[in-house]
Each structure stands twice: as structure tokens, then as C-alpha cells.
């Protein structure tokens, strides 16, 4: 069952909105069975849309489109759904109430503006959107379906989970895709490749290996396509045989993230960590704090950008700070051990660098970073050189981090 | 000069990465004045992307392909190019040259698996890529320029700069594209559409107007395309007429961002912010010092998660956040008090709030949130109720605060 996904907005095409919908619906849809083919953007104008919507109807057997369907004027969706369906917008009493509704629950009145959105194409079956007012729209024309949603992620989200998915399932039976990803750090794609080759070159035509690299890290995929084999267990047998030749470097798997794994960990050990951040500015907080429940092992952090905060908070010897600057093992260590008599805590990771653009010198150019992990009865420290962009800098840094608190926990 | 991107790579359609690269490269070529018109992402299959590559040919003038480079077998973008172009791969000295000049750098020999990479078609042009071991290719068929790049985001920003868009500026002659975008927070789409009606309905063919909402804030971006009058001047009238309507709501214009702007105001009154969070969890302080040059006006922040960090580090007193709990207008306002005077900032911005998606109650559901604003000679503290999506409410929450500090720094 070959899906297309159609966004549409200018936005997209100039760049001022990234498109995450797409990757949304491609995970979703993929893990349902569905397997996803192309992702066309356009922009909001009539010819380019409907040619798109002609295109995906010859490669697709359901085209899900989303954007263009808010109440102001320059979004032009759904006359452009008429056009393509050789059809007219009629007032839709049903999507009407839907949209009063969700004005009443909010105690205010329907404006003008929002009437327009109960205003559908006549041969549209209407999706009920719960958190919007844009209702979502379904079509079954020529044996292809069709299904127009607003670009708001949210309101998207929530109506394929609701009334998208439930309806493919109920219609289409879809063919066995399964996919285990490896999460690795501190080791390059091509190392990988040259410590698995073997493997890579026995895999059988119905399982494809991808490398997929990002800042600090590469996650190797593996994808099988089956109804024929045991599928899950030839994965899972492929992973143990990936994961012993790079062990090591190996974090998680699937949907894992680093935070989270990290955050696992100590909640098995009924631990909890703390921080004190220079240049990463609250980052590694920011990636600790986005897992749900991490209130039960992350207990603060302090964020240390000028010296005196330094000195203050986190007690850093001022003639430390003068003799060896900021960015130095011993003002690392120092933070770090500081941060956990402080919060009282386990463990407590420490950072300060040069994230840039500006404050490089020679001996500490930008990108240079020290970052250190205070535990019970010692402390570790290490230097690190990465880039010259600001914020993949931030980025590496937090992960780096992270990463040494991962192999600690899993050392001990 | 229409533009038709190709993104490869199944990493796309099955969700499991982002397409950053287009949003980026839609932004840039915009900006120098060649309009995208299409962005295509298809998997790493031979079929897929040859005929991708046929279609934009049929609508593009310039084609611009990223992913599937690699040194690994998933790899299939140059083998691909060759079918497309009825060529083969040839072994080129240059394209070694610049791979083994960028492993000598790092100290270490070119792998057997990364001398593949200067395998590339015979027809193409190479192109250098510092940062990277794939090298860019730029091919010139039928009055059509293909330029394929790797998919790493980092690596292709340095091709496009350094070598794409210098090349495409001397070879077409570009019309006036001109955006202006106006950047509003705390006021609703369908407000803004009714405000502005007879302006929007006022305006000439050439200039388009969009409204792109996210999470706290809504967009207004004026699109003219013409060289045909003084559109510079005509925009800006336009948006100075727009900004007169919701003046409250207008934070900045075009990149500005809310962080951004916030710190030059504070550059320019050389003052000074700091912050205690709590259920933002470090995402103000990541925010405010992901801008460049933060250093000058923020000093820190104290992220109290655990309820003894609010009482050891910012001395909120034990009663009043037993009584009240941590969620409430008292221990806010302690919190950004406490804060101003530990840091000795000009100001301190407390946040406490319910993230969820746990600890809502029904006196405080999930997405409550409680934010204060500490400055000389007194505080303010706001109520606010976010909705239930863990993220989006630390988002929410963030922007807000940020907004409460832009509005009292405009207003002194």
C-alpha cells in the first residue's frame, strides 16, 4: 500500500518553516504497515497543487496532504481540492457544529472568519478535529483515498491518530515492516562499515542496513520487509551480531535517546544527578528535563556563565580562575565536585568551554571543551576539540557529556 | 529561475530524521533571489530517484540533490546519477586529492571503504568539500544545471556558500523576490486576519501575505515579487500599516528572534538577566544563550527542580511552599527575588508550572504555570494555563516569560 504525503506552503518552500509533519506521518504510517514513498512540498498555488495531487494519484493508493486549510486568505487548499475533484464548496452543517463547539468550550463566539472554515468541497467525508478549526477532510475517489489535514502539528497529529490511522487499518491489509536501529557514540560511520562488512554483505535482499549519522552520534538501521520469514527474530539475531563488534559504543536502540537512557539508569539505581553548565547554558538541563518523570533523579543545576557566578555558587577558587581560566581541567573538576556537595547528589557533570563564534585564542580556539563527572569517591576530567559552529558545538558538548555519565552508570 | 529540490534518503520518508535541509536551502537560494517551487524526498531506490530526477527536469531550471553520498552500501545517489545521465563512474584524481588532503589533517590514512568516494561520474564537475569525505558534483545537461551534495546539513551549507550559489549567481540573472515578516506574540491568527482585513484586501497582485502560527506566537510574512516598482518602499508602508493595528503584540521582524531581541535590548540598556527555573528545566537559559555575545547580559540561572533546591539555593521559605506549593504566585515571586539579589542581575525571570504530562490536580491541571518577572523596586507575577503536551508547554512557557521581560523592557 504506497502512500504520498503532499504538504502545502509557501513557508516550506522558503525555508521559514521546517517540515516536521512529514517525518511525523512517515514514522506513524511506517510503523502501522504503511509504507510511504514520496513527500512532495508545494507551495500555496493552484496549478502546483493540483499537479501534485495528479502525480500522487498515479504512483499512490493514498495521498495524505496537509497545510493550507487555515481562515485566512492566502491559504487556497480546499478550492484547489474542488478544482482537482471537479466539484464546489457547500457549508457543512456537521463541521459548523464541530467549529461552534470548539469556540463555546472556549467562551467565545464564532467569527466570520472562522464560519468560512465549515465550508467544505461537496464529495468530502468530514474528520471531526478536536483541538482546531480546520475540520480534516476524507475522500475515496477512483479507488484512491485522499485525506486533506491542517498543517498545525498538533491538530495533524491528533487527527491520524483518531480518525486517519484507524480507517487505513480498516480498509487496507498491510505487509510485515519492521525496523531495529542501533544508537552509537564516539564511533565514525566508516568504522563501523569497515567492523561489520561481513555482516553487511550477508545480509538477505529483504533486509536493507542503513547508517545514519548526526551530531556525536550514528545510528545504524536495520529494515526488513516479510511476510514470509520470521522476521523479528532474524533482526534481533542481526543486532547481537552488530552490537558485539561495537559494544562499546553502543547506547540504545529504536526510540531511545541518550537523555533518556541516561535518566533509566539512574532511576533503576535510585540515583540522581545535578549540573553545573558554562557554555552549554542549560542545555544538558533542557535534553535531562524533556523526559517525562526526570524529576526523580534530576535535581537542579546551575547554570555558571559569568565568573562571579562561578566563584559564588559554585565556590570555584578565584586564583584558579585567574591562573588557569575558565575553560581548565581544575575549573571543570572543581564545578563538578562542587555541584554535587551542593545539590546533595550522586552524581554532578560539570562543563565550560568556548562554544564561540567569539573568545577563541590560540592555546583554546573555539570548540574546546572540558567537561567533567563528579561521582562518590572521585571525579574524571577530559578535554575535547570539536567545531566552530556555536550551537552544534552546545549540541555535541551536552551529548559528550551525557555520554560520559552513561558510561560511568553502566561501568559501576 | 525555477529551483526543485531532491532530498534522498529512506532516513526521510520513514521518519526517522527531520529534513532540515530543505527548509534551509528554500531560505537561501529565496534570499538570493531563485524561487523553489518543489521539494521532492524520495528513499534510496534506484526507480524512485531516477524518476524524481526526470520530473524536476520536465519543471526545474536548477536541480539541487542531497543524500545518499556515503561511503556505505546504502548508498545508491551516484550510481543512480550515472543510469540518469546515461553515464559510468571513473576514478577521479582531483575528488583524491581532496578526500586523503582531508584525512592527513586528521592524522590518519584513507580507508580503503573512503577511496570509493572519489569513484563519481564521468560527466560531472567536482566540487570541494572541506568539512566531509563526499565530495559535491555539479553536472550541466539540456540547458539544466544538477548539483548533488551530501545530506549532512553541515556539509552541505559550506557546499551551497562556498560553491553552488556563487556559481548559479553567475550563470542567471535573478528578479526582486523581497520578504518582510512581522513577528506577533499573544494575540490569535483569526484576530490578527479581522484587525488587518481591508489592508489584506487592498493588496496588489504582486504581494502576497501569509500568517504562520507556532507554538505561542504567530507570523505575518509579506511576499513581493516584481521589478517593476519601488517594492522596498512599498513593503515597508505596508508593514508599518500592519504594525499600527496590533503595535502591543509586534515583537520584531524577518530572523529576529524572541531571545534575540530580548538580549539586544538588554545590550543596549547594559543590564543584566538571570533565572530560576523550574519546570522549563534550563530551557529559558538554553534559549537566551544560544545567541551569540550572551555572555554580556546573562549571568546565570539556578534550574531548582527539587523542592530543596528552591529552599537551600534560593532560600524560598519551607512554609510558604508547603502551604501554597511550589506552583503558585508566592513562591514565584520568591523565586525571581531571590534570584536578582544571588545573581545581583538588573533583572531575574522565575518560572514554576506544571510540565506534565504527571502532577497535574484538578486546582492545578497539567499546564499550569505560574511566571514571575523580579526588577528594581519590584515584581510581577502572571497565571497562566498551557495545554497538556510536556514539550509544547515547556516551549509555551519559555516564550512567555520572554515576552513578560521584552514588555518591561520596552515599557521603562
Keep these: 500500500m504506497n502512500v504520498e504525503i503532499v504538504t502545502i506552503g509557501d513557508e ?34 493552484e496549478g502546483r497543487i493540483i499537479e501534485a495531487l495528479e502525480k500522487a494519484k498515479q504512483n499512490a493508493d493514498i495521498i495524505l496532504i496537509t497545510g493550507g486549510l487555515g481562515p485566512t486568505k492566502d491559504d487556497i487548499t480546499k478550492v484547489s481540492l474542488c478544482k482537482f475533484f471537479n466539484t464546489h464548496l457547500v457549508f457543512s452543517d456537521e463541521a459548523y457544529a464541530q467549529v461552534s463547539h470548539f469556540f463555546t468550550l472556549r467562551g467565545s463566539d464564532v467569527s466570520d472568519v472562522n464560519k468560512l472554515q465549515a465550508m467544505l468541497p461537496a464529495n468530502c467525508h468530514v474528520l471531526h478535529n478536536k483541538v482546531g478549526t480546520a475540520p480534516g477532510m476524507w475522500f475515496n475517489t477512483d479507488g484512491k483515498i485522499f485525506v486533506s489535514m491542517p498543517g498545525v502539528p498538533y491538530e495533524m497529529k491528533l487527527l491520524m491518530t483518531d480518525e486517519v490511522l484507524p480507517r487505513l487499518k480498516n480498509i487496507f491489509a498491510t505487509p510485515a515492516i519492521l525496523h531495529k536501529t542501533i544508537l552509537t557514540q564516539g564511533i565514525g560511520e566508516s568504522v563501523i562499515a569497515e567492523k561489520i562488512a561481513d555482516i553487511e554483505d550477508a545480509l538477505p535482499p529483504y533486509i536493507k542496513l542503513a547508517y545514519l549519522p548526526a551530531v556525536a552520534s550514528v545510528r545504524l538501521r536495520l529494515t526488513g520487509i516479510s511476510n514470509n520469514t520470521d522476521l523479528e527474530n532474524e533482526l534481533n539475531t542481526l543486532v547481537a551480531d552488530i552490537e558485539a563488534r561495537i559494544k562499546p559504543y553502543v547506547y540504545g536502540y529504536d526510540n531511545d535517546t541518550l537523555p533518556a537512557v541516561v535518566g ?12 553545573a553548565e558554562s557554555c552549554t547554558g542549560g542545555y544538558i538541563a533542557h535534553l535531562l528535563t524533556s523526559v517525562p518523570g526526570s524529576s526523580a533523579y534530576f535535581k537542579g543545576s546551575v547554570i555558571a556563565y559569568a565568573y562571579e557566578v562561578k566563584e559564588d555558587m559554585l565556590e570555584v577558587d578565584k586564583q584558579v580562575l585567574q591562573t588557569k581560566g575558565a575553560v581548565s581541567e581544575e575549573v571543570v573538576v572543581q564545578m563538578a565536585t562542587q555541584a554535587r556537595q551542593v545539590f546533595k547528589s550522586d552524581y554532578a557533570l560539570a562543563v565550560s568551554g568556548i562554544a564561540g563564534p567569539d573568545g577563541g585564542t590560540a592555546e583554546k580556539p573555539v570548540g574546546t571543551v572540558w567537561i567533567s563527572l563528579a561521582y562518590e569517591g572521585g571525579t574524571v576530567a577530559k ?25 560511568k552508570l553502566i561501568a559501576v
Tied chains: 1, 2.
Excluded: C, P, Y
Design 383 to 407: 578535554r575535547f576539540k570539536f567545531g566552530t559552529d556555536r550551537n552544534r558545538n552546545i549540541e555535541a558538548t551536552a551529548l559528550t557529556a551525557l555520554h560520559l555519565l552513561f558510561s
Design 12 to 45: 516550506l518552500l522558503i525555508g521559514q518553516v521546517v517540515d516536521t509533519n512529514s517525518a511525523w506521518m512517515g514514522d506513524t504510517l511506517n510503523k502501522a504497515g504503511f509504507a510511504v514513498k514520496q513527500i512532495t512540498s508545494v507551495s500555496d498555488n
Design 264 to 275: 533509566r539508569l539512574l532511576k533503576q539505581k535510585q540515583q540522581t544527578i545535578t549540573l
